[in-house]
């Protein structure tokens, strides 16, 4: 599990190198990947599903980057890119395809349609997110006011 967390975190952050992200901002970018898959590795021993696993931990992956953003004052699509990227299905995409490839089309379907699933869902608990953000946004603003 440490050896996990720790790549998850190293992936993370290496890509917020790659895609040229603040240096004083690599560290959350790492720290909000690990974060995800931790989420996500906990639901999955759990016996949960990888998309519901990857749709909690993918919200859970943006609220700590809108928390982030307002600490440190950066675009919360900073945090959130460098977050995601552990719950990325690339492995399961690449056996999709390589099934594609050796004419074995009925495994092929099924991973696609999984990896479809499991994009859908990152996205759709990114969406879920920013919505709660500004719903909690406008009640904290509805409590000032009065």
Not at 50 to 65: D, Q, T
Not at 77 to 91: A, H, S, T
Request: aromatic fraction near 16%; include cysteine.
């Amino acid at each position: 599990m440490f050896f996990q967390l720790l790549m998850s975190f190293a992936a993370s952050s290496g890509f917020g190198i790659m895609f040229n992200v603040p240096k004083n901002s690599i560290i959350q970018c790492g720290f909000t990947g690990m974060i995800g898959w931790l989420i996500y590795i906990s639901f999955v021993g759990q016996k949960v599903d990888a998309v519901p696993a990857s749709f909690i931990a993918s919200f859970f992956v943006a609220l700590i980057s809108h928390i982030f953003a307002k600490w440190y004052k950066t675009p919360v699509i900073v945090f959130i890119v460098g977050g995601i990227i552990p719950l990325v299905p690339g492995g399961l995409a690449y056996d999709a395809m390589r099934h594609f490839v050796i004419n074995d089309y009925y495994t092929a379907i099924q991973l696609a349609a999984k990896v479809l699933l499991v994009a859908g869902a990152i996205a759709i608990g990114i969406v879920f997110s920013e919505v709660f953000n500004q719903i909690y946004k406008r009640i904290r603003m509805a409590k000032i006011r009065q």
